[in-house]
């Protein structure tokens, strides 16, 4: 399993970002996905999860509303559109995949997102 972010980068509050994350190495279009950050000093926090058809997604209230994620399957990436940045959604973000069998927890290396004026 491969998983690599991009996208990150400093952006001022009110801005907007559009992170991807490559996958490979597994069937992609069989699993459902997410994206989870960590802020400086702070543990991981979950942000939203799509389903295998991209039909189905669910966010954390602190972005709903704001973020956007999506899929392409033939692409075997994943997507999350990040509207109205606050600084508060300063962090690293991870493309996360999670398998039931056998058990796994897969992550990329992360990429930066700053918002900052």
């Known amino acids: 399993v491969q998983l690599v972010e991009s996208g990150g980068g400093l952006v001022q509050p009110g801005g907007s970002l559009r992170l991807s994350c490559a996958a490979s190495?597994?069937?992609?279009?069989?699993?459902?996905m997410s994206w989870v950050r960590q802020a400086p000093g702070k543990g991981t926090e979950w942000v939203s999860t799509?389903?295998?058809?991209?039909?189905?997604?669910t966010y954390s209230d602190s972005v709903k509303g704001r973020f956007t994620i999506s899929r392409d399957n033939a692409k075997n990436t994943l997507n999350l559109q990040m509207n109205s940045l606050k600084p508060e959604d300063t962090a690293v973000y991870y493309c996360?995949?999670?398998?039931?069998?056998?058990?796994?927890?897969?992550w990329g290396q992360g990429t930066q997102v700053t918002v900052s004026s």
């Open positions: 799509i389903n295998t058809s991209g039909a189905g997604t």
């Open positions: 996360n995949l999670k398998t039931a069998i056998p058990r796994g927890d897969y």
């Open positions: 190495g597994f069937s992609f279009r069989i699993y459902s």
